[in-house]
Every structure is written in structure tokens, then in C-alpha cells.
């Protein structure tokens, strides 16, 4: 053992992921069991736009190993990995696969969630701007989409449990304490200010896709009165 190391992961990238573990699990166990649970849901389908919006933005603004620059799966990245080439640390050029696909499907998840509906007594927080036959069709693509996703999800798990048993490289550990045993570069950059802007900027989306600015929807009809004779 190695008493090197070094930091790969900030406290912002790790609060994310495993709060967003938390929102999938939570939205999977609600959306099978529906019901009462249906409203959680639908609020934690909003946590999970604030989480990946502000991933998205820590993507350009965070720590050095946080943003997308740093592991975006280019030809060469992908050409030296498969060679036993690269050596670098974080997200490995194949890994980066599985982060840009489960961001994206998370955030197709989560907003085509937001048109949906369940012909009975839910609708989604912007329902209302698209009607009941475009929301239709999203709401199938939403439970299709939903497949894809325990695929991915399954895959990424499968992969670390690979690494761990098959190369010893333990990638929980990292992603619960930030440090990497080993000799590296710690990251650099990110800080308090660009964590209030990132965080700030998911609020702001997240705030939108609420529908809470729409304006009430207008009064039903009153009921027509019934003659008296």
C-alpha cells in the first residue's frame, strides 16, 4: 500500500453523484409502485433536473477533474486506453461512454417527465404547455426511455464491480473520500464562488421546469342548474 495520493474528486462532483443516486433510486421505486407515491415522483424527477443541470455547468466551470475537457473520449484518448496507453486518472476515455449517456438520458428522463401524465390524477409540472396528445407521446417515451436507462445503470454498476474484483481498482472509494491512492496531480480550480454560480444556474432551471411562473390554470365551469320542476 501506497500512502501517496492525491485529490481527483471535489466535494461538489461527489455530493452529485450520490445524491443523484439517491433521486434515481427514489424515482424508480415511486414510478413501479405509483399510487400515493406518484407526487414523489414528479418532485424528485425536479431534483434530478437540478442535479444534472448542475453538473453540466460544473462540467465547464469545476475542479480539473470534473470537467468534461479533461475526459472527453477523443480518437487518440480512446486509442491509448484500448492500448494500456493512458494514464491518466478520473474518468477513463471508455467511462466517459457511460457519463455523457446517463447524463443525457437523465435529462431526457426527467424532462420529457415534466409533459407527462397518467390519465388518472397526475400531470406534470409543464402539462400544460403542451396538452394531452403531444403529453401522450412523451409519457410513452418517458416509460420507454426508462428501459434504456436500468440498462445503463446496470452496465455502470457492472463495470465497477469489474474494476474492483478484476483490476483491484476500487472506484467507490474515490467517489466517497476524493482521493486516489497513487502519485498525481490533485485537482485544481472550482472554489466557492463558481459553486454558488453553478448551483444558483441549476436553481434557476430547475425553478422554470416547476411550472410554478405559469399562471393558474382558469376556474371549471359552474355546474348548470337543474330546473326546479
Known amino acids: 500500500m501506497s500512502d501517496k495520493r492525491f485529490l481527483v474528486w471535489d466535494l461538489p462532483t461527489r455530493l452529485f453523484h450520490w445524491l443523484l443516486v439517491l433521486c434515481v433510486t427514489g ?8 399510487g400515493n407515491l406518484i407526487d414523489w415522483h414528479g418532485c424528485l424527477g425536479l431534483a434530478i433536473v437540478a442535479l444534472v443541470t448542475f453538473r453540466l455547468a460544473w462540467g465547464l466551470i ?3 477533474y470534473a470537467r468534461f475537457a479533461q475526459f472527453f473520449p ?19 476515455p471508455l467511462g466517459a461512454f457511460s457519463v455523457f449517456g446517463l447524463l443525457a438520458l437523465l435529462l431526457f428522463q426527467a424532462g420529457s417527465g415534466l409533459f407527462a401524465n397518467d ?9 400544460d404547455l403542451v396538452g394531452k396528445e403531444l403529453s401522450d407521446r ?14 445503463l445503470v446496470s452496465l455502470h454498476v457492472g463495470a465497477i464491480v469489474f474494476y ?55 376556474p371549471p365551469p359552474p355546474a348548470a342548474e337543474t330546473p326546479a320542476w
Not at 120 to 127: K, P, Q, S, V
Not at 173 to 181: I, R, Y
Open 62 to 64: 469545476g475542479s480539473t
Open 164 to 218: 474492483a474484483h478484476v483490476k483491484k481498482d476500487n472506484l467507490v472509494k474515490p467517489m466517497l473520500t476524493g482521493w486516489q491512492d497513487g502519485e498525481g496531480v490533485s485537482a485544481r480550480g472550482g472554489g466557492v464562488a463558481r459553486f454558488i454560480a453553478a448551483a444558483l444556474f441549476a436553481a434557476a432551471v430547475a425553478f422554470g421546469a416547476s411550472g410554478a411562473w405559469m399562471p393558474p390554470p382558469p
Open 138 to 151: 412523451l409519457t410513452g417515451w418517458h416509460k420507454l426511455s426508462a428501459n434504456v436507462l436500468f440498462a
Open 119 to 127: 390519465d388518472i390524477a397526475f400531470t406534470g409540472y409543464l402539462y
Open 74 to 92: 477523443t480518437p487518440a484518448r480512446l486509442r491509448n486506453y484500448l492500448a494500456g496507453r493512458w494514464q491518466g486518472a478520473g474518468h477513463n
Open 27 to 34: 424515482s424508480v421505486i415511486s414510478g413501479l409502485i405509483g
